[in-house]
């Protein structure tokens, strides 16, 4: 079952426009303009992530169209919520979801933790997501220059002690430092592993694996680069 969660993820991933391609550059916005976005909102894993990738370039190129910000959109949401993605990220205040994916009121669902690490309460939010709002995509967000990362890489590499909470994080990301390589690019490569294990471990999850094998769900992978502002597939 986790076999086919993966593959059904990854050719997901694989079939849309990367970032940057011309099949994913969204037009730039009017200055100042604020354009309604095609309703109804994206429904299936596929074009859920291209929404996000697409408002990712908008991000990027400062186009950025701010959507479901009026008080129409506000009054609208009293009455309910229909996401169409689920973020789990990191708690770095760098990297806001809604903003580097130029999203608005109630596009999201954001659970965020240190160095996206899982435990009851963040699997419980997660499930809440996809079981019960029934929303088609999960995108685990790491990011360049992870203070969690690096401080599990730290503390593998010294032996030093870390105080109880922060040390309970790191023990979580220590199975995905990559020992091939060494210094930065060490604590850069294990950003993109401890995605994986991230993803994989959200795979395995028997409740979250029958929706991807239906074809309702996808759990994807990606990174955010913190100079570039572009996130990237992590397959």
Not at 34 to 50: C, G, H, I, K, N
């Amino acid at each position: 079952m986790l076999r086919a969660a993966l593959a059904g993820t990854a050719a997901i991933g694989a079939g849309l426009a990367a970032p940057g391609s011309s099949a994913a550059v969204a037009a730039p916005a009017t200055a100042g303009a604020r354009p309604a976005r095609p309703v109804p909102r994206p429904v299936t894993p596929e074009a859920a992530l291209r929404e996000l990738y697409r408002g990712n370039l908008r991000w990027h190129a400062r186009h950025q169209t701010h959507p479901h910000e009026s008080a129409a959109d506000r009054v609208a949401a009293v009455s309910g919520q229909h996401p169409f993605a689920l973020v789990l990220g990191c708690i770095d205040s760098r990297v806001p979801p809604e903003l580097a994916f130029d999203q608005g009121l109630g596009d999201l669902m954001i659970v965020r933790s240190a160095g996206e690490v899982l435990d009851e309460a963040v699997l419980g939010s997660v499930a809440y997501g996809a079981l019960e709002l029934g929303i088609p995509l999960i995108m685990v967000l790491g990011h360049q220059s992870c203070g969690a990362v690096s401080a599990a890489v730290r503390a593998d590499e010294t032996g030093e002690e870390l105080p109880a909470h922060i040390d309970y994080v790191a023990r979580q990301i220590r199975p995905a430092i990559d020992r091939a390589h060494t210094g930065t690019a060490r604590v850069d490569a294990t950003v993109t592993a401890n995605v994986r294990l991230v993803r994989s471990r959200l795979a395995a999850e028997p409740d979250l694996a029958a929706k991807v094998d239906a074809g309702a769900l996808a759990i994807v992978g990606a990174r955010y680069e913190l100079g570039s502002q572009l996130v990237h597939p992590v397959h």
